[in-house]
């Protein structure tokens, strides 16, 4: 059964602090992806990697990077959290090809204070 | 910017109603269209997608409806049930080969009353 697990469900820090969200899949998915979910705003792409050590901005990547050191591990990592970060961020995985589907996580839900 | 619409934000619907979503895009290079449902407490997951090439695909009481031309997309959902409840999110993707990343719209939190 396909499964894509987080760290944490939920997640409280401080401004300022660095944080590190952990994705692990156990599929060998090729593509990896790190999105934040907000009201309104649907899902946004902050980053993603389509292989080991490689890495691509999405569409909201501005105080955020990521490591994929391992084929099955992404991290996101919040160099220096703002309160503007509190969402819900939502790691998923894909074969790679295209009209692949995509498979989530539980989603980590991060409040900022 | 969003380059996928989606409209209504949130949708009540009665037991046995049908539900309908709709969904606009802009860029013509977008070349398959899956729709995600997501429980609360769930990630996203598949639900049913289309490529252009054809104007309808039905699932079960789920039925994406295509107009190229217009570039919009639709969901019906027919006899909605209760356990229908869930926030639908509408996507699209190019055809690269590589990365397959999608672009989702802004979702739409589907109530289904009893």
């Known amino acids: 059964d396909v499964k894509v697990t987080q760290s944490s469900r939920y997640l409280v820090k401080r401004t300022g602090e660095k944080v590190f969200l952990e994705c692990v899949q156990d599929?060998?998915?090729?593509?990896m992806f790190w999105y934040r979910q907000d009201p309104g705003l649907g899902l946004r792409l902050i980053y993603f990697s389509y292989d080991v050590k490689m890495k691509e901005k999405g569409d909201i990547p501005e105080g955020y990077s990521v490591s994929r050191e391992k084929k099955e591990r992404f991290s996101l990592i919040l160099e220096s959290a703002s309160t503007n970060q509190t969402s819900m961020y939502l790691c998923a995985s894909s074969l790679d090809g295209s009209r692949k589907t995509q498979y989530f996580g539980p989603g980590t839900r991060l409040l900022v204070l | 910017q969003q380059q996928v619409k989606q409209s209504p934000q949130s949708l009540i619907v009665q037991k046995g109603g049908i539900s309908i979503i709709n969904c606009a895009y802009e860029n013509t290079a977008f070349d398959y269209f899956p729709w995600y449902q997501q429980f609360p407490g769930k990630g996203p997951a598949l639900l049913i997608a289309?490529?252009?090439?054809?104007s309808e695909k039905k699932e079960g009481r789920f039925t994406i409806s295509f107009n190229k031309s217009a570039k919009q997309f639709s969901l019906h959902i027919m006899d909605s049930q209760p356990g229908d409840s869930a926030t639908y999110f509408c996507a699209a993707s190019t055809g690269e080969t590589s990365g397959s990343r999608l672009t989702f719209g802004e979702g739409t939190q589907l109530t289904v009353n009893p």
């Open positions: 289309i490529r252009p090439d054809v």
């Open positions: 599929m060998d998915h090729e593509n």
